[in-house]
């Protein structure tokens, strides 16, 4: 069934969609947008309402958000000036939603990590196999510490104590690879994939300089879950909340929180289970001095088995 527009004063129009969205704290409104520019029609500021039902939502969610009329859209001030806005979303994901939030680097789909049927639909939506590692965002280094086993702190191995420096990195554009603890969920890590490693269990840990993010996991209090958002079948971003909407809010996404155009420019991915904390991907955080870049680590003999 196709997508419904409603146009105003009753007649058709291109440019005109219908869209769910934030006007206060306590009122979901309907509001029309007009684009202004009709010759762009990818900038519309839409979320198109569907009258026909996900079948991914509707399999995999509780009613409490099967929502046929199509997915919550909250527009807001970067800055973080409008945070009230986030409310609705809190009560979303709370209720076990999947949706789209902004980071410092590009956007990320993310979920409740204490809902297990939450993680299955997230992997699920992205296509991700039970076999790849999900990421999580934290709000503090007290959350690191409940669902990993820390940051390095030196030992009689030779293994450095870069604790006071990352504290410098965070909160920042960098994914630490940690060993994880008994306390994250088993659906997030990832297992060694021969015997020899079959102990390992690791996850990836952001801590975000993002306010609207920042401000999500302050009112969830706790982390989320996530993976970062990129175009089904390709190895390229989305950077566009909008196209994001779009393409995924078929697929059962929730909500999206619209925090503007990122840029195409993912974190850097430091793996710190080994001996040396060894850059398995250069993103937007730049190296620090006491980060060895992979091809160097392999050289010397590094032992890092890090999560693909």
């Not at 527009?5 to 005109?16: E, F, Q, T, V, Y």
């Not at 500021?45 to 509707?58: E, Q």
């Not at 099967?66 to 997915?71: A, H, S, Y």
């Not at 195409?264 to 904390?277: F, I, K, L, Q, Y």
């Amino acid at each position: 069934m196709a997508s419904e527009r409603i146009a105003l004063g009753g007649a058709a129009s291109p440019s005109l969609s219908f869209r769910r969205s934030v006007a206060n704290p306590r009122l979901l409104q309907l509001r029309f947008d007009v684009s202004v520019n009709a010759v762009e029609p990818l900038r519309l500021r839409f979320c198109s309402a569907s009258a026909k039902r996900s079948p991914k939502r509707l399999k995999y969610s509780t009613p409490r958000f099967v929502k046929g009329d199509g997915l919550l859209y909250v527009e807001v001030d970067p800055s973080g000036a409008e945070n009230w806005k986030l409310d609705p979303v809190i009560d979303l994901l709370k209720q076990g939603a999947i949706g789209v939030i902004p980071t410092d680097t590009v956007y990320a789909l993310a979920c409740d990590m204490k809902s297990h049927s939450a993680i299955e639909r997230l992997r699920r939506i992205k296509d991700i196999e039970t076999s790849k590692p999900l990421s999580i965002l934290c709000r503090s280094f007290r959350d690191i510490d409940i669902y990993t086993m820390g940051f390095p702190r030196g030992n009689q191995q030779g293994q450095m104590d870069i604790f006071r420096a990352v504290k410098h990195c965070l909160p920042g554009p960098y994914t630490f690879i940690l060993h994880a603890s008994k306390e994250l969920p088993k659906q997030c890590v990832k297992h060694g994939t021969t015997a020899k490693y079959a102990f390992r269990k690791t996850v990836g840990v952001r801590m975000p300089d993002d306010a609207i993010c920042q401000a999500i996991l302050e009112k969830m209090n706790a982390p989320l879950i996530s993976t970062s958002v990129k175009w089904p079948k390709e190895d390229e971003w989305m950077i566009d909340p909008v196209k994001i909407a779009d393409t995924y809010g078929r697929e059962g996404l929730d909500f999206v929180v619209d925090a503007g155009v990122r840029v195409a420019e993912p974190s850097t991915v430091v793996d710190m289970t080994g001996s040396s904390p060894i850059i398995i991907r250069q993103g937007k955080g730049p190296k620090q001095d006491w980060m060895v870049d992979e091809d160097s680590a392999t050289k010397d003999g590094e032992d890092n088995h890090h999560p693909a």
